[in-house]
């Protein structure tokens, strides 16, 4: 399990971040000058280069948001002309896109990003700038919202795979649905009915904290308390749950550790969008209490199975349920070898599973909740840390990928393996790079003592 650091400050990172935002600047312009567009989205790297691989073309938001975030992070021009640049050339279709459930992903990292900067007073205000960045904020929410799956109780947006299909990753597009409904937005269905988008978003998370995450309740024979399945099952005819599944985790009774990471920041970043929103709107779906709780017990689920079941150093391996594992001994209790022979290290994971646990440890010390919000904020910090050293941090300038030892899809066998490795290792991916950044800007600001970072900052 993570050894927890607890006499490390936020204070202390100052310099390593300073660090990492001159590799960050480095490499995001190698990769506008290197990368052929005509490919499609960089996904990861093979050989240190920025190549293409996927599903859907989902990182697009992760590329530009990160000329984004370099441009807050360092008040250098040329990565907001760029970000600019690259959103009006490629963005449009994401906004519009019918077919995947990657909306608060792609959208959020550019355009909300984007409207925050405007908000904040970090770029000069133009109304009819402002209005284009919300415009495709709400657009985008409305679009989500209506790629739907009904349910006897509630419901949820769907993944590519159809309508029987329930991501885990999604929590995180729930976020899109959250913002549009703040800047007053609403699903229009037939005969102009109108659709919530915050009780869309709602019924979402509460599908997710029902049957993507285990709470040791017997569930099945492998429940134990914050397991998550990376996908569940669901019979379309009638609505009932029939399994837990995987694309790319090991299988649906063990934990893919990048779904569990989405899940951990997911529920975190609702609470606090949570406290946003009117009590009377809230009354009617039980209350902030009950809301509260029910957020909350996925947020700490999740954050203690990610603490108990990663290696020392804090930066977990591919899947808690590998089938190599138990070749490296004990390998929880001490810190992960990225270049064993047997199982992969996924550090984009770790990146985004480090912001879920700042993030619900200052929520909790914001709540009287001293003792449990340091556990997670000092395990944040912990994996945050490893993160911003060799071998994870990338100081190669060569080498297009700013995190190294980043997995995309193991059971498929995408990731390159380097000649004389065994596994995959070495390489990056462009969710691991931006939520590293994102990361590293959510602890510079506090550090700054600059207003919170969190995606309701696009929202007026």
């Known amino acids: 399990m993570i050894q927890i650091n607890n006499n490390i400050k936020i204070e202390d990172f100052k310099k390593k971040i300073n660090q990492l ?8 312009n190698r990769i506008a000058a290197e990368y052929d567009e005509n490919q499609g989205a960089p996904v990861f790297t093979v050989n240190g280069k920025y190549a293409t691989r996927g599903w859907t073309e989902w990182t697009h938001g992760f590329q530009f948001g990160s000329a ?61 700038e402002a209005n284009f960045y919300a415009l495709a904020i709400k657009i985008s929410g409305s679009v989500q919202a209506s790629r739907w799956t009904d349910l006897p109780e509630g419901g949820f947006i769907y993944s590519f795979n159809g309508p029987h299909s329930l991501f885990v990753d999604t929590i995180r597009s729930c976020r899109i649905l959250m913002a549009s409904h703040l800047m007053g937005h609403s699903l229009q269905g037939e005969g102009d009915r109108k659709i919530s988008l915050f009780e869309r978003a709602l019924q ?38 029939r399994c837990p599944n995987a694309q790319q985790g090991y299988t649906g009774f063990s934990t893919w550790t990048r779904g569990l990471a989405w899940g951990m920041l997911g529920f975190a970043e609702e609470l606090e969008a949570l406290e946003l929103l009117n009590n009377d709107e809230l009354t009617e779906f039980g209350g902030f209490d009950k809301i509260e709780e029910m957020m909350l017990k996925g947020a700490k689920a999740t954050c203690d199975f990610y603490i108990e079941h990663t290696p020392s150093c804090g930066v977990t391996y591919w899947d808690t349920g590998a089938p190599n594992l138990h070749k490296l001994g004990d390998y929880l209790d001490s810190p992960a070898d990225p270049y064993n ?70 059971p498929n066998g ?35 003592g600059e207003p919170y970072y969190q995606y309701t900052n696009c929202v007026k």
Request: charged share 20%; proline share 2%.
């Open 414 to 448: 995408w990731d390159h393996i380097p000649e004389g490795s065994k596994i995959a290792n070495g390489e990056s991916c462009m969710w691991g790079d931006y939520h590293f950044r994102e990361l590293a800007l959510y602890v510079q600001k506090m550090i700054a």
């Open 341 to 410: 022979d047997w199982e992969p290290v996924d550090s984009s994971a770790a990146a985004i599973g480090a912001q879920g646990l700042l993030r619900l440890g200052n929520y909790l010390r914001k709540k009287g909740q001293k003792d449990a919000g340091d556990k997670y904020w000092q395990a944040g910090l912990t994996v945050f840390n490893s993160l911003l050293q060799e071998p994870y941090l990338s100081t190669d300038t060569n080498h297009h990928g700013l995190l190294l030892h980043t997995i995309y899809h193991q």
């Open 68 to 128: 984004v975030l370099q441009f807050d992070a360092v008040d250098d021009n040329q990565f907001i002309d760029l970000a600019k640049r690259q959103v009006l050339d490629k963005m449009a279709t994401h906004v519009s896109h019918t077919g995947v459930h990657d909306h608060g992903f792609n959208n959020l990292s550019t355009y909300g990003n984007l409207l925050r900067l405007m908000h904040e007073g970090k770029i000069p205000h133009n109304e009819w």
């Open 204 to 241: 979402h998370i509460k599908a997710t904290s029902k049957y993507s995450i285990y709470y040791g309740e017997g569930r099945d024979h492998y429940d134990i308390w914050g397991r998550t399945a990376h996908e569940v099952i669901f019979n379309t005819n009638d609505g009932q749950f």
């Open 21 to 28: 935002w001159t590799l960050s600047g480095e490499k995001i």
